[in-house]
């Protein structure tokens, strides 16, 4: 076997599949492979995406702090300007 991704080889075992009678064992097989290794590409992304979401919680978890300051600046300013506009 080559260094191919799950995604690639299941595609590859389909292709072979198309060359074999629908109702053959040897198509049922490669299907079945097939299968099989599309189930480990989909894992694959899946921990990707997993990972993904975990580091873009993390960056906004580090937003919290300084927007609540903000805000809370905002707010303050926003009080001033009322208070020296009377």
């Not at 290794?37 to 995406?49: F, G, K, P, T, Y």
């Not at 990972?51 to 905002?74: Q, T």
């Amino acid at each position: 076997m080559n260094d191919s991704t799950p995604a690639q080889r299941a595609r590859e075992l389909l292709t072979q599949a198309s060359q074999h009678p629908v109702a053959s064992p040897q198509r049922d097989a490669l299907v079945a492979e097939a299968a099989v290794w599309a189930r480990l590409e989909h894992a694959a992304v899946m921990e990707h995406h997993t990972a993904a979401v975990a580091d873009i919680e993390s960056v906004l978890a580090s937003f919290a702090d300084p927007v609540r300051k903000l805000g809370s600046e905002l707010g303050n300013l926003t009080e001033h300007i009322k208070l020296s506009q009377r």
